[in-house]
């Protein structure tokens, strides 16, 4: 039924019906927590990320001291 394609006028659609039902003010502040929401997660992901595909250091050679 649908492309599965969203152009510039479905986008445009979409925008004027979220307008209308939370107004500009809080649009914004919607638009600004769902940036922190992406935002926190990416960093998150990236941390998680580094910290299982870190291999540890090896062991530090041990010296065999004679006298």
Do not use: W, Y
């Not at 919607?30 to 940036?35: A, E």
């Not at 580094?50 to 291999?55: E, F, H, I, K, L």
């Amino acid at each position: 039924m649908f492309g599965g394609k969203l152009g510039l006028p479905e986008l445009l659609v979409i925008v004027a019906i979220a307008l209308l039902i939370f107004g500009p003010k809080k649009l914004g502040e919607l638009g600004k927590g769902l940036g922190e929401g992406i935002r926190n997660f990416k960093s998150s992901m990236n941390e998680h990320n580094s910290t299982t595909t870190t291999t540890p250091p090896p062991p530090a050679p041990t010296e065999d001291k004679k006298l």
